[in-house]
């Protein structure tokens, strides 16, 4: 069957669903108090997962063999809300495809978006600044969730300034 990469659907829920909490589970959780982490569990559920789909501005997953093994969502246009990638499946270059596919979309599809904002998990702080993010808070606590936020500025590329 091989590896794709495209749109994903409400049809797709569950197995994205399925992918989001156990890259949670096993990457990030540890950072998060327990509340916290129930929460977002919770938040990854299912149903939770098809309607973040309906109202996505941009979804789409990195499929092998039927299964994903990476996804990326926006929420609105500057935020990227969730990016995951499956444990097994880490250092082939699946989240960089995702946020390069996300990207062109972002750019083509809303030219007034300059900056891409994201929460980021101690966890994935450094596969961000791979990817052309970089802190613009320090790391802060909230409801139980450790996090930094980050930005990327799109124009930076085309002058040569991204980092």
């Known amino acids: 069957m091989g590896t794709c990469l495209r749109i994903v659907t409400s049809d797709d829920s569950e197995s994205i669903s399925a992918l989001v909490r156990e890259s949670f589970q096993k990457l990030a959780a540890a950072d998060w108090d327990d509340q916290a982490q129930q929460i977002f569990i919770a938040n990854a559920s299912t149903e939770s997962i098809a309607k973040a789909l309906q109202s996505a ?59 891409i904002e994201l929460n980021s998990t101690p966890y994935a702080r450094n596969i961000y600044r ?34």
């Open 57 to 115: 501005i941009y979804a789409a997953a990195e499929f092998s063999d039927g299964q994903p093994t990476g996804f990326i969502l926006f929420p609105k246009p500057s935020l990227l809300g969730m990016l995951f990638v499956n444990p097994n499946h880490l250092g082939q270059g699946i989240s960089r495809r995702l946020w390069e596919a996300a990207r062109m979309h972002i750019e083509s599809v809303y030219p007034d978006v300059k900056t």
């Open 130 to 163: 791979a990817l052309g993010f970089v802190p613009i808070s320090a790391e802060f606590v909230v409801d139980g969730c450790r996090a930094t936020r980050m930005a990327c500025w799109l124009r930076a590329r085309s002058l040569g300034a991204e980092i």
